[in-house]
């Protein structure tokens, strides 16, 4: 019997929701994407908060069971759907290096490179300056992480690296140059290269670039 869809509720510039569609594409999983509109508020409508209390993408239904936040969902997915446990291992060491990074992606991911793009592109207040000096504190780290390594929490991609990957491809469009960092630029470029991978759709260009 052919399962139903997996319902996943989204935004198309979220680099949350892209994490998690990538995951669904790599699994292989049916799924309906139902786009969100966050200008004309329907995130703060009942029929959305009653799956997610917090008014924030991306929110799966799986069947009866609904799961919001998109490392949660990471996880959700790969525990129920990966049975070989390639993107998120099962033991005590590989599962502490995924969950390294998934705090990484919720941390200095996300108030780095996310944050700084999500002033320039989309007009959030506040002074995006900090978020960029913040991002290249972070890319410094982070380039000397990949170095040696071809992903980022075991030799083959996990979900650690689709949780990091959205923010770090499109920070150029925070003002967040990529040019010192090779290292990043081929790991980008290595979880481009996974089969089923889909690019998130580009956000407006900024008219300068930051060192």
Request: aromatic share 8%; glycine share 6%.
């Amino acid at each position: 019997m052919t399962r139903p869809p997996i319902r996943f509720h989204r935004a198309a510039l979220s680099g949350h929701c892209h994490r998690v569609e990538l995951l669904l594409r790599m699994l292989a999983l049916p799924y309906e994407a139902v786009d969100v509109d966050i200008v004309a508020g329907e995130l703060r409508q009942p029929a959305f908060l009653r799956l997610n209390r917090f008014a924030q993408v991306p929110v799966i239904e799986d069947g009866a069971v609904v799961v919001a936040d998109s490392n949660a969902i990471l996880t959700y997915l790969a525990t129920r759907y990966d049975a070989a446990s390639t993107w998120l291992p099962r033991d005590a060491i590989g599962a502490a290096r995924v969950q390294r990074w998934l705090s990484a992606a919720a941390g200095p991911v996300a108030y780095g490179p996310g944050r700084a793009r999500l002033v320039h592109v989309f007009g959030a207040p506040g002074d995006a300056a900090p978020a960029i000096a913040h991002a290249h504190a972070f890319l410094r780290v982070f380039d000397a992480e990949v170095a040696s390594h071809d992903f980022l929490a075991a030799d083959h991609a996990t979900i650690a690296d689709l949780a990091c990957y959205a923010y770090i491809a499109h920070a150029p469009e925070g003002l967040v140059a990529l040019d010192d960092y090779p290292h990043v630029r081929g790991w980008l470029a290595r979880v481009e290269a996974l089969p089923r991978f889909a690019p998130m759709p580009r956000a407006p260009a900024p008219t300068r670039v930051a060192a």
